[in-house]
Structures are given as C-alpha cells and as structure tokens.
Nanobody, 127 residues
Framework: QVQLVESGGGLVQAGGSLRLSCVTSGRSFSSSDMGWFRQAPGKEREFVAA????????LYADSVKGRFTISRDNAKNTVYLQMNSLKPEDTAVYYC????????????????????WGQGTQVTVSS
C-alpha cells in the first residue's frame, strides 16, 4: 500500500508563488511515475504535470507550461510542484498521484494510469 500526503497549499495573490510537496510512504517511490492534477469547483479533475521515475521525463499541461516546475527527490520520497506567476484560474484542489512500476515507457496526461492518490491540498489565488 502506498500513501501520498500533499502539503504547501494556501492563499496567495495573483503573480505569487507556492511550492507543493507530496510525500509518499513505502519503498516504491523510486520506481513510480508521479503526477499532479487539480480540480476546481464545478470542473473535472485535470492534468497539471508529470515526472518519470528516473526524473528525466517531464510533461506539462499547456496552461501551466513555463510557470510550473515538477521535480522529485527519490531520497526523500517526495515530488514537488513549484508554481510561479500564479493566476486566479489556478485556484483548485491539487492532488498528487503515483503509478507504481509504470506499464508505458512514456508519460501521458491521463489520470487512469495512476494507482494511488493523495487527499489534496487547496490552492487559492486571489486577484
């Protein structure tokens, strides 16, 4: 069983920055692709960013490209999402997800590939 716990959310003004963290339990982190998703009120969950288990593969949604950076520290079992130049439309609950021993050798924005999910952390960007 893998548990994921997100932190780092909060209230920030437009143009500001936040860094989200997601700590995972268990020994499978280093062999897991990791993703960040978000869900705004009344909207479906959407892909934000993903990072491959080796750290070399990165994938971003067009809406965050150039503003958000995903990274991982396998020694700390932690994946990060650095969010800069935040906009009110970035307001959402942010979730991290893990795909243990991924089947495909490449990242995709789909959510169904992920096996485990965190509980989410709220990010609110005021205008």
């Amino acid at each position: 069983q893998v548990q994921l716990v997100e932190s780092g959310g909060g209230l920030v003004q437009a143009g500001g920055s936040l860094r989200l963290s997601c700590v995972t339990s268990g020994r499978s982190f280093s062999s897991s692709d990791m993703g960040w998703f978000r869900q705004a009120p009344g909207k479906e969950r959407e892909f934000v960013a993903a990072i491959g288990w080796r750290g070399g593969q990165l994938l971003y949604a067009d809406s965050v490209k150039g503003r958000f950076t995903i990274s991982r520290d396998n020694a700390k079992n932690t994946v990060y999402l650095q969010m800069n130049s935040l906009k009110p439309e970035d307001t959402a609950v942010y979730y991290c997800a893990a795909e243990v021993n991924p089947v495909f050798p490449f990242l995709t924005p789909g959510s169904s590939r992920y096996d485990y999910w965190g509980q989410g952390t709220q990010v609110t960007v005021s205008s």
